[in-house]
C-alpha cells in the first residue's frame, strides 16, 4: 500500500533529505525503511516538529463543538426548572387549592388531591402561573400524577446517548469521521429548532433523546479526530483542550439561563451557534487520513497529510509513501477473540461507567445545595477545570493510567466522606469531587482513543462511552436515593470506584506510544520493552 505524491508540498528541505536521521533518531527508529523511505502517519506528523495552524483550526472547531456538547447536556436545567411563582385561581380555593412559599403547586399534598378528586389538569384551572415561559413545568400542563415526565428528560438524553455513541461510533468507522460529524451535529440543530415551538411533552422528549443521540456522535468523534491529527507528544495537550472547552461550556449555561428566563428563547438562543457551526464544519472539517489508510485510500491520506503540511507552511518528506500495518478484518468479532483485547475492553467500559457515575451524582445531587440556581452551576462547572489541569500535567509526568487511578481512588474518597452529614465538609468533597471527576473525563477519553487499533478506536470508544450514559441513567435516581438514605448511596458508590480502580491495573499504559493500527500493534502495548515510541 503506497503512493508517491506529486504535490509540491512533497518536496523536502535538503538539510533534511541530506540528515534524515538529525537530533538522534535513525530512520529505522521511525519505522521507514532506508532503500525506499515509506512512512506513517505518526511519522510524517512528527517530522512537521510541532502544532502548526491546520491543528490550531481544528483544536477551535472541535472546541466549540465540545462548549455546544455541554450546553445540550444542561439544557434541561434551566428549560426545566422550578417556577414558584404562582397562585390559586377561584375555583382552586374553593376545592382548597393551597399556595406553599419554595413548591411547586403539585408538591403540595392538597393540590395533587383536588386533582385526584375532580380527575383534572390543575395548571390554569386550580391554580395558575403568573409567567408560564419561565418553564416547560410551567407551559405545558400535566396532571400531577404526570409530572415524572417532567423529570424523565435529562434521563432520556442520555438514553438517546447511549445509542448514539455506538452507532454514531460504528458509522463513523464506516462511512469516515467528517460524515459522521456533519450528519450528528445536523440531528442535533434540527431537534434544537422544533423544540421551542411545541407545547408538548411528548415532543419535548422526542427532541431530547435525538439531542442525546446526536451528542453521542459529534462529541466522541470531534475527540477522534483532534487526536489523529495530534503529533505523538502533543497528544496530551491537544486531547486534554477538548475538555477546559467542556467545563467552561457547563460554567457558561448559567449565563444563558440568567440572560434568557423565558424557556423558549432560552431555546432559541442555545439553536443559533448550532446552527452556524453547521455550515462551517461542511466547509472546514476535515476527514481523518488514519480512516482513509484504514479503508485503503492511501492517496487521500497522503492528501489530506499534504493539506497539512501546505496549511502550517511545512514539507512534506520528499517521495513519501504511506503504510500502515491495517488489519482489514478488524471488528467486534475480533475483540472477543482476543482475550487481552476484551479484557481491556471490559475493564475500559468500567472507567467510563464509574466516571460519569461519579461526574452526574455528584451533578444532579447539587440541586440540594442552598442558593441561587445560575450562581450553584457557574461553580460546579468552573471546579472541574483545576481537575483538567492536574490531569494534564500528571499524565505526561506518570501516564494515563496512574493518572486514571489516583484520580478514581481521591474521588471515590470525596463521595464516601459526603455520607457525614455536615453541611460544610459535603459542599468542600462536592468541589473537590467535581475537580477529580473533571479529572477523570480528560484521561477516559485519551486513554480509550490511544488504546483501540484503528479500526475499531471509535466503536470502542463509542461502547465505553455508552456504558457512561448508563452510568448518566442511573445517577438521577441515585440522587433521589439520597433523599431516603443520606448515607448508604455515598458508601456504595465509592466502594465500587475502589473497585475499578484496582481493575485498572491489569489495563496497558499507552502515553508516548503510537496509535495502534492493527490488533498486533495493540498487543505491543504490554511489551515492556516498548515503553515509549522513540519519536516522542
Same mark, same amino acid.
Given at each position: 500500500?503506497?503512493?508517491?505524491?506529486?504535490?509540491?508540498?512533497?518536496?523536502?528541505?535538503?538539510?533534511?533529505?541530506?540528515?534524515?536521521?538529525?537530533?538522534?533518531?535513525?530512520?529505522?527508529?521511525?519505522?521507514?525503511? #532506508?532503500?525506499?523511505?515509506?512512512?506513517?502517519?505518526?511519522?510524517?506528523?512528527?517530522?512537521?516538529?510541532?502544532?502548526?495552524?491546520?491543528?490550531?483550526?481544528?483544536?477551535?472547531?472541535?472546541?466549540?463543538?465540545?462548549?455546544?456538547?455541554?450546553?445540550?447536556?444542561?439544557?434541561?436545567?434551566?428549560?426545566?426548572?422550578?417556577?414558584?411563582?404562582?397562585?390559586?385561581?377561584?375555583?382552586?380555593?374553593? #376545592?382548597? /387549592?393551597?399556595?406553599?412559599?419554595?413548591?411547586?403547586?403539585?408538591?403540595?399534598?392538597?393540590?395533587?388531591?383536588?386533582?385526584?378528586?375532580?380527575?383534572?389538569?390543575?395548571?390554569?384551572?386550580?391554580?395558575?402561573?403568573?409567567?408560564?415561559?419561565?418553564?416547560?413545568?410551567?407551559?405545558?400542563?400535566?396532571? /400531577?400524577?404526570?409530572?415524572?415526565?417532567?423529570?424523565?428528560?435529562?434521563?432520556?438524553?442520555?438514553?438517546?446517548?447511549?445509542?448514539?455513541?455506538?452507532?454514531?461510533?460504528?458509522?463513523?468507522?464506516?462511512?469516515?469521521?467528517?460524515?459522521?460529524?456533519?450528519?450528528?451535529?445536523?440531528?442535533?440543530?434540527?431537534?434544537?429548532?422544533?423544540?421551542?415551538?411545541?407545547?408538548?411533552?411528548?415532543?419535548?422528549?422526542?427532541?431530547? /433523546?435525538?439531542?442525546?443521540?446526536?451528542?453521542?456522535?459529534?462529541?466522541?468523534? $470531534?475527540?477522534?479526530?483532534?487526536?489523529?491529527?495530534?503529533?505523538?507528544?502533543?497528544?496530551?495537550?491537544?486531547?486534554?483542550?477538548?475538555?477546559?472547552?467542556?467545563?467552561?461550556?457547563?460554567?457558561?449555561?448559567?449565563?444563558?439561563?440568567?440572560?434568557?428566563?423565558?424557556?423558549?428563547?432560552?431555546?432559541?438562543?442555545?439553536?443559533?451557534?448550532?446552527?452556524?457551526?453547521?455550515?462551517?464544519?461542511?466547509?472546514?472539517?476535515?476527514?481523518?487520513?488514519?480512516? /482513509?489508510?484504514?479503508?485503503?485510500?492511501?492517496?487521500?491520506?497522503?492528501? =489530506?497529510?499534504?493539506?497539512?503540511?501546505?496549511?502550517?507552511?511545512?514539507?512534506?518528506?520528499?517521495?513519501?509513501?504511506?503504510?500502515?500495518?491495517?488489519?482489514?478484518?478488524?471488528?467486534?468479532?475480533?475483540? =472477543?477473540?482476543?482475550?487481552?483485547?476484551?479484557?481491556?475492553?471490559?475493564?475500559?467500559?468500567?472507567?467510563?461507567?464509574?466516571?460519569?457515575?461519579?461526574?452526574?451524582?455528584?451533578?444532579?445531587?447539587?440541586?440540594?445545595?442552598?442558593?441561587?440556581?445560575?450562581?450553584?452551576?457557574?461553580?460546579?462547572?468552573?471546579?472541574? =477545570?483545576?481537575?483538567?489541569?492536574?490531569?494534564?500535567?500528571?499524565?505526561?509526568?506518570?501516564?494515563?493510567?496512574?493518572?486514571?487511578?489516583?484520580?478514581?481512588?481521591?474521588?471515590?474518597?470525596?463521595?464516601?466522606?459526603?455520607?457525614?452529614?455536615?453541611?460544610?465538609?459535603?459542599?468542600?468533597?462536592?468541589?473537590?469531587?467535581?475537580?477529580?471527576?473533571?479529572?477523570?473525563?480528560?484521561?477516559?477519553?485519551?486513554?480509550? $482513543?490511544?488504546?483501540?487499533?484503528?479500526?475499531?478506536?471509535?466503536?470502542?470508544?463509542?461502547?465505553?462511552?455508552?456504558?457512561?450514559?448508563?452510568?448518566?441513567?442511573?445517577?438521577?435516581?441515585?440522587?433521589?436515593?439520597?433523599?431516603?438514605?443520606?448515607?448508604?448511596?455515598?458508601?456504595?458508590?465509592?466502594?465500587?470506584?475502589?473497585?475499578?480502580?484496582?481493575?485498572?491495573?491489569?489495563?496497558?499504559?499507552?502515553?508516548?506510544?503510537?496509535?495502534?493500527?492493527?490488533?498486533?500493534?495493540?498487543?505491543?502495548?504490554?511489551?515492556?520493552?516498548?515503553?515509549?515510541?522513540?519519536?516522542?
Amino acid at each position: 500500500m503506497s503512493v508517491v505524491s506529486e504535490n509540491k508540498a512533497n518536496k523536502v528541505a535538503p538539510r533534511a533529505a541530506e540528515n534524515p536521521g538529525e537530533n538522534g533518531t535513525e530512520l529505522s527508529e521511525l519505522g521507514i525503511q #532506508h532503500s525506499n523511505p515509506k512512512y506513517k502517519i505518526d511519522n510524517v506528523l512528527q517530522h512537521f516538529g510541532t502544532i502548526g495552524r491546520f491543528q490550531v483550526v481544528l483544536i477551535i472547531l472541535m472546541s466549540t463543538i465540545a462548549a455546544l456538547a455541554a450546553w445540550r447536556i444542561l439544557f434541561d436545567l434551566f428549560a426545566a426548572k422550578n417556577n414558584f411563582d404562582w397562585t390559586c385561581t377561584e375555583l382552586g380555593l374553593k #376545592h382548597n /387549592c393551597t399556595f406553599v412559599e419554595g413548591k411547586m403547586p403539585c408538591e403540595v399534598e392538597q393540590n395533587r388531591a383536588i386533582e385526584d378528586k375532580l380527575d383534572g389538569v390543575g395548571n390554569g384551572l386550580y391554580w395558575e402561573f403568573n409567567n408560564t415561559g419561565f418553564s416547560i413545568k410551567s407551559d405545558i400542563p400535566l396532571p /400531577c400524577k404526570e409530572h415524572a415526565k417532567f423529570t424523565f428528560t435529562s434521563s432520556i438524553f442520555f438514553i438517546g446517548a447511549f445509542f448514539g455513541v455506538a452507532g454514531f461510533g460504528r458509522l463513523s468507522d464506516m462511512i469516515g469521521r467528517r460524515k459522521t460529524l456533519l450528519i450528528s451535529v445536523g440531528l442535533s440543530v434540527a431537534q434544537a429548532w422544533i423544540i421551542p415551538f411545541f407545547k408538548n411533552i411528548y415532543v419535548y422528549l422526542a427532541c431530547r /433523546c435525538l439531542d442525546g443521540a446526536a451528542f453521542g456522535g459529534y462529541f466522541l468523534i $470531534s475527540f477522534v479526530l483532534e487526536v489523529e491529527y495530534a503529533p505523538p507528544k502533543y497528544r496530551n495537550t491537544i486531547g486534554t483542550s477538548l475538555h477546559f472547552i467542556t467545563s467552561i461550556g457547563m460554567a457558561s449555561i448559567a449565563l444563558w439561563g440568567y440572560l434568557f428566563q423565558d424557556w423558549r428563547m432560552y431555546a432559541i438562543a442555545l439553536a443559533v451557534p448550532s446552527s452556524i457551526m453547521l455550515p462551517i464544519l461542511f466547509f472546514f472539517a476535515p476527514e481523518s487520513p488514519r480512516y /482513509c489508510l484504514s479503508k485503503g485510500d492511501d492517496k487521500q491520506a497522503l492528501s =489530506l497529510l499534504s493539506k497539512v503540511a501546505q496549511v502550517n507552511k511545512q514539507e512534506m518528506p520528499v517521495n513519501c509513501e504511506l503504510y500502515e500495518d491495517v488489519d482489514t478484518a478488524a471488528s467486534l468479532v475480533d475483540v =472477543l477473540k482476543n482475550p487481552r483485547l476484551l479484557r481491556c475492553g471490559i475493564i475500559n467500559m468500567f472507567g467510563w461507567f464509574m466516571t460519569s457515575l461519579v461526574y452526574y451524582m455528584l451533578w444532579f445531587s447539587a440541586k440540594n445545595l442552598a442558593g441561587s440556581i445560575y450562581i450553584n452551576a457557574l461553580i460546579l462547572g468552573l471546579a472541574e =477545570l483545576p481537575g483538567r489541569i492536574f490531569a494534564f500535567i500528571v499524565m505526561e509526568k506518570l501516564g494515563r493510567k496512574a493518572t486514571f487511578m489516583a484520580s478514581l481512588a481521591l474521588a471515590s474518597a470525596c463521595v464516601m466522606v459526603s455520607a457525614y452529614d455536615n453541611k460544610t465538609s459535603r459542599k468542600v468533597m462536592y468541589g473537590f469531587g467535581k475537580a477529580l471527576s473533571g479529572s477523570l473525563w480528560a484521561v477516559i477519553y485519551l486513554y480509550s $482513543s490511544e488504546m483501540y487499533p484503528t479500526k475499531i478506536r471509535s466503536l470502542g470508544s463509542g461502547i465505553g462511552s455508552a456504558s457512561a450514559r448508563v452510568a448518566a441513567l442511573l445517577a438521577p435516581f441515585i440522587s433521589d436515593a439520597l433523599t431516603l438514605s443520606p448515607v448508604i448511596p455515598y458508601i456504595a458508590v465509592g466502594v465500587v470506584g475502589f473497585l475499578c480502580t484496582a481493575a485498572f491495573i491489569l489495563v496497558p499504559e499507552t502515553g508516548g506510544k503510537a496509535l495502534p493500527q492493527t490488533l498486533a500493534e495493540f498487543d505491543n502495548l504490554f511489551e515492556k520493552k516498548e515503553t515509549k515510541d522513540p519519536r516522542v
